[in-house]
């Protein structure tokens, strides 16, 4: 079991930064893979950035690419999304999510996590 707990969104404005956390408990979290998705109202959830169990290996969307960073601390059992130069269309429910059959993060597809945080709202206006 994995128990995941997202921080840090809010109201931006375009061109600003966030920085997203997700704090993670349970089963060792050095073990499995870590990925950001978001989900804007109308539109299916999508992967945004992932990171491999060790983080040596990330992925991230074109649509993110060059602004948002992923990286994971795992002696704090940690994983951050810094997102910078944020854009309107940006605006979406973030999550994190665990996939526990994993090392690296080579699924893109939602139904593959297992385990997700509650949440956290990003807002940027324009």
């Known amino acids: 079991q994995v128990q995941l707990v997202e921080s840090g969104g809010g109201l931006v404005q375009a061109g600003g930064s966030l920085k997203l956390s997700c704090a993670a408990s349970?089963?060792?979290?050095?073990?499995?893979?870590m990925g950001w998705f978001r989900q804007a109202p109308g539109k299916e959830r999508e992967m945004i950035a992932g990171?491999?169990?060790?983080?040596?290996?990330?992925y991230y969307a074109d649509s993110v690419k060059g602004r948002f960073t992923i990286s994971r601390t795992n002696a704090n059992n940690t994983v951050s999304l810094q997102m910078n130069s944020l854009k309107p269309e940006d605006t979406a429910v973030y999550y994190c999510?665990?996939?526990?059959?994993?090392?690296?993060?080579?699924?893109?597809?939602?139904?593959?996590?297992?385990?997700w945080g509650q949440g956290t709202q990003v807002t940027v206006s324009s």
């Open positions: 349970g089963r060792t979290f050095s073990t499995y893979a």
């Open positions: 990171i491999s169990a060790s983080g040596s290996r990330t």
């Open positions: 999510a665990a996939d526990s059959d994993r090392v690296y993060p080579t699924s893109r597809q939602a139904s593959e996590y297992d385990y």
